[in-house]
């Protein structure tokens, strides 16, 4: 099974700032990388799929880089409504197989 | 638009049956499989299995076999996912989602199992 690991943990920034969020998997999973914003009581949102590519909706400070087993969302200016847990998560075709890393906490300095 | 309707929270005792069912709309059923994924408190989502409701075809994630069930009902437009012989480990909200790009876009609002005695 291939693991996700994210990092930090949890990361402290202010309205304004630029947030570097990194996803490490364990073997290459190629492009097949996506990223979810969660907010507390709410289901996952999908901003970027297949590493780079914004869902429709999804803010231009929203873009995903990497490939093979090191992946990075980048949010360019930070919004208030940015502060949210990320996850990564990756994709296997067949057998079909998802995995999410643990999450990176964006919260408010 | 798009939307995956869940049914509400529920509380069990260790040892019991939980099935929750997730009413889509906004697209056709049958076109797009249906997933399921637990996610535990503090933790990230787990992935369980999934339904092509088409065929009725499922595919389970090995540590779930044999507690898991997840079905399609295509005169209504339901899927629904049972897990038995519940733990305290299955307190979690269960999600539903589809999939109409590679990953999942859309996603039900969750239904919090609570496993107690």
């Known amino acids: 099974e291939i693991v996700l690991t994210q990092s930090p943990p949890t990361l402290s920034l202010s309205p304004g700032e630029r947030a570097t969020l990194s996803c490490r998997a364990s073997q290459s999973v190629s492009s097949f990388l996506a990223w979810y914003q969660q907010k507390p009581g709410q289901a996952p949102r999908l901003l970027i799929y297949?590493?780079?590519n914004r869902a429709p909706g999804v803010p231009a400070r929203f873009s995903g880089s990497g490939s093979g087993t090191d992946f990075t969302l980048t949010i360019s200016s930070l919004e208030p409504e940015d502060f949210a847990v990320y996850y990564c998560?990756?994709?296997?075709?067949?057998?079909?197989?998802?995995?999410f890393g643990q999450g990176t906490k964006l919260e408010i300095k | 638009e798009v939307q995956l309707i869940q049914s509400g929270a529920d509380v069990k005792k260790p040892g019991a049956t939980v099935k929750i069912s997730c009413k889509v709309s906004?697209?056709?059923?049958?076109?797009?499989?249906i997933h399921w994924l637990k996610q535990a408190p503090g933790k990230g989502p787990e992935w369980m299995g999934l339904v092509d409701p088409e065929d009725g075809e499922t595919v389970y994630v090995e540590k779930f076999q044999g507690r898991l069930s997840i079905t399609a009902d295509t005169s209504s437009d339901t899927t629904y996912m049972e897990l038995s012989s519940l733990r305290s480990e299955d307190t979690a909200v269960y999600f539903c989602?589809?999939?109409?790009?590679?990953?999942?876009?859309?996603w039900g609002q969750g239904t919090l199992v609570t496993v107690s005695s």
């Open positions: 998560q990756q994709r296997t075709n067949w057998p079909p197989s998802y995995t």
């Open positions: 989602a589809t999939a109409t790009s590679p990953v999942f876009d859309y």
């Open positions: 906004g697209y056709t059923f049958i076109d797009y499989n």
């Open positions: 297949d590493t780079s």
